[in-house]
């Protein structure tokens, strides 16, 4: 079987923290000392996860918690009660407000712009000096892969760890693979051959060949694959320079224009009409293959495309677990951590990578034999597709600037995308119109 991860880049070096030593991390917005750690337990605590896991992605979550409850939480007197607490917006909310009440839980689920946010409140946790502890620190942190540690240390010039990954997908091209087959049709690897295979699909069914789910993910990946930047973690907007940004629509209109690609409109993810072969390719994330089936035709997927050998980059998404202090003890921080560091374990990841459509964050668990012999079984492609893109995948950077914020640039760049398509907007008027937005 072969190997489905490139080599990782090297790791980041890590420091072992004397547990006495009275050196204080530099972060402003955590002024906990070493010497004030807490990793001892004398009483048992209860902690809180709140989480957006739905079916059976909960399912996966439960069966975690029930065994780091039987096991580590057993050994050290901890234990977490998982709450699902709706959407991803509705944990968000939740969490918001949680946070200007003072009831805070103390480990959360939380996209890196989330985490951002939550830094203003000062009540987001440092783990680096857990992380780094002689006695409780994570030793094989580099078996991570490097764009995971990467965003989880985004927030400030030290590289803090204020978060640790969790759920993990990238987006892939999905295609009708049986339609393909019968059409005699290429499977494409550029956008040139999209544009072209798509205009082949149209002239034998008249309808669109392609189609994006998220216009966000196309805006910030197309950017970065036509050579340009999109933001940076310090709040930046750098789209507007250079012509990647009007490049990326460009290449969008015209191709919706002539009837070739279209939006998920409506249907909010493309999956839907591809499963009605109203489409028969689009990119869309890992995690959405759990919801396609073979009933009426065989389906694939392919590394997403790219402009050029040169300029190679797919997004990685998903959700990093936060540590919070608000009204916890340092006991209970202390087990927040664990519970964290739990989840990034081989054995954690193994476990929920098998169980769920989510991708596994360790190389390790890539390699080992449980995780190949899964792979073969559940005829999942993206299984393989989505690791074998890691050298190139990239982090959206996330701040929290003022009145702007990453997650208000991601809802700029996907109007920008909508504003082309369904209003005929001219790709540098929708490009300055977002960047008005954001002044």
Known sequence: MKKLWLSLLAGIAL???????????????????????????????????????SGTNEGAVNSLVEKFNSTVGKEKGITVVPIFQGSYNDLKSKVTASLKAGTAPAISQAYADWVAEYLQSEQVVNLTPYINHASVGMTDLNDIAQVYRDENTQYDEAKSYYSLPFNKSTEVLYYNKTFFEENNLTVPTTWDEVEEVSKQIYELTGKPGFGIDSTQNYFVTMVKQYGGEYTNSQGDILFGEGDAAVKALELFKRNADAGYWRLAGEDNYMSGPFLNEQVYMYTGSTSGSSFLNDDNFEWSSTPMPQVSETTKAVIQQGTNVVVMKQNQSAEQIYAAYEFAKYLTSYEANLAFATETGYLPIRQSVIDSAEYQAYVESSNDSTKVTGPEQISYNFYDPAFFKGSISSYNVRSEAGKAVESVVLSGVEPSVAVQTALDALK
């Open 15 to 53: 420091t072992t923290v004397v547990a006495c030593s009275k050196e204080e991390t530099s972060n402003e917005n955590d002024t906990t000392t070493s010497e004030e750690l807490v990793v001892e337990i004398k009483e048992p605590v209860t902690i809180e996860f709140w989480h957006a896991m």
